[in-house]
């Protein structure tokens, strides 16, 4: 594809459901970010894939956070029982160079609501 | 921990004039680098400009540029000719390199609205 995709687009939860989003990179970009973005405020990093190894998730809230790249392209984001605070849009970015200093290029984000 | 802030959470500017957006941030590190990113209703995230911390010409693109002043910490936004297009949030982020990876710290924004 041209760009990030991410799906669903929106998601409606109800508390206490598990929930999985999914990112599509760029094909060929090595770096992958997860961010969530609260209502009204920036980004905040969530963790960061160098192909399939998740080399930092020290930006995930809590234990309920899990991430994956099984195959170093597709990344899916799973939030487990789900809270009202996580009610947030989660960004997904990627970047070719595997320092990630490069250009990251950002989906249109999944917007997640729980209930 | 690094923490970014963007003091002007609205601003507004009359087409073809310019605005400066302002930033800054608080770090202990020597080699980091900077960016503005622009964020359309659409919500896609889009890359305006970077600046490496150890550059010290300001960066530029077009009708935008930024003025760098490392030692206060600041990291402003000028967009000149401001163009309807450039109605959007607008956020600073801060990257540092680690050995395990990359982490961004981003601003909250600054909504710029740009009046025909």
Not at chain 1, 1 to 7: E, I, N, P, T
Not at chain 1, 32 to 51: C, D, R, S, V
């Amino acid at each position: 594809g041209a760009g990030v995709s991410q799906s669903p687009r929106y998601k409606v939860a109800k508390r206490g459901q598990d929930v999985a989003l999914r990112c599509d990179p760029i094909s060929g970009h090595v770096s992958l970010f997860w961010y969530q973005q609260a209502l009204g405020q920036g980004p905040e990093f969530l963790t960061y894939f160098q192909n399939e190894a998740q080399l930092d998730k020290s930006g995930l809230p809590s234990d309920r956070f899990f991430a994956e790249r099984p195959e170093g392209s597709v990344s899916t984001l799973k939030i487990q029982r789900t809270q009202q605070e996580d009610s947030a849009v989660y960004l997904c970015a990627s970047s070719f160079p595997t320092s990630g200093t490069d250009t990251q290029y950002f989906g249109p984000g999944t917007r997640l609501t729980v209930l | 921990a690094q923490t970014v802030t963007q003091s002007q959470p609205e601003m507004s500017v009359q087409e073809a004039e310019t605005v400066t957006l302002s930033c800054t941030y608080d770090t202990s590190e020597n080699n980091y680098y900077l960016f503005w990113y622009k964020q359309p209703p659409s919500r896609q995230m889009i890359l305006v400009i970077r600046q490496e911390a150890y550059k010290q010409q300001n960066a530029t693109e077009n009708r935008f540029s930024v003025n760098f002043q490392k030692a206060a910490k600041s990291f402003s936004l000028k967009i000149s000719d401001s163009q309807l297009g450039d109605t959007a949030m607008y956020f600073c982020a801060f990257m540092k390199q680690y050995s395990t990876g990359n982490q961004f710290y981003f601003g909250t924004g600054t909504s710029l609205t740009v009046i025909p």
